[in-house]
Antibody
């Protein structure tokens, strides 16, 4: 069974940093592109970032460029999102999403940016 | 990276059919056959119901179907059941490793 388990969320002050992780299992992680998608409280889904299966191709939504960095470790079946210079508008549930056909979603991790 | 346009709400009685639209542009919905639909119940993670416009993942009831015409994609839910009440989101590949979501549609089963 494909499983994605996010971790690393929490409460952080504006301007602070967090590193989200996503542990993948049940599939050959190194064969699949991955994405981060977020959902602010009471709002819709927003695509945040993409990384190819090898990590050689990366892209970000305009809202993430320059502050959020996606990466992966295929040897450890893990996906990461380094979040710097956090703003209150970054408050959201962050989902790790397996791409390549049928998207599979993790359960999400909550990031709250507040003073 | 403009969001796709979905109606904020839709409704139908049990057994009826409902269609939810998702309108984009030539750069996303109209330009690629990578439209997906997701179902999200309150407090839960989204679940893929349709991918690549009209393909249904294993385990998704065949009451759910997807289609596309021009810049508009549609999700049809036939034989509505109480458990279909949820938020539904569309997404589309928008080229150059960009993706875009719709604003979501709240489906109410009357």
């Amino acid at each position: 069974e494909v499983q994605l388990v996010e971790s690393g969320g929490g409460l952080v002050q504006p301007g602070g940093s967090l590193r989200l992780s996503c542990a993948a299992s049940g599939f050959t992680f190194s064969n699949y592109e991955m994405n981060w998608v977020r959902q602010a409280p009471g709002k819709g889904l927003e695509w945040v970032s993409y990384i190819s299966s090898t990590g050689s191709t990366i892209n970000y939504a305009d809202s993430a460029k320059g502050r959020l960095t996606i990466s992966r470790d295929n040897a450890k079946n893990s996906l990461f999102l380094q979040m710097n210079s956090l703003r209150t508008e970054d408050t959201a549930v962050y989902y790790c999403v397996k791409g390549g056909g049928v998207d599979v979603w993790g359960q999400g991790t909550t990031v709250t940016v507040s003073s | 990276q403009s969001a796709l346009t979905q109606p904020p709400s839709a409704s139908g009685s049990p057994g009826q059919s409902v269609i939810i639209s998702c309108t984009g542009t030539n750069s996303d919905v109209g330009g690629h056959n990578f439209v997906s639909w997701y179902q999200q119940h309150p407090g839960k993670a989204p679940k893929t119901m349709i991918y690549e416009v009209s393909k249904r993942p294993s385990g998704v009831p065949d009451r759910f179907s997807g289609s596309k015409s021009g810049n508009t994609a549609s999700l049809t839910v036939s034989g509505l059941q109480a458990e279909d009440e949820a938020d539904y989101y569309c997404s589309s590949y928008a080229g150059s490793n960009n993706w875009v979501f719709g604003g979501g549609t709240k489906l109410t089963v009357l």
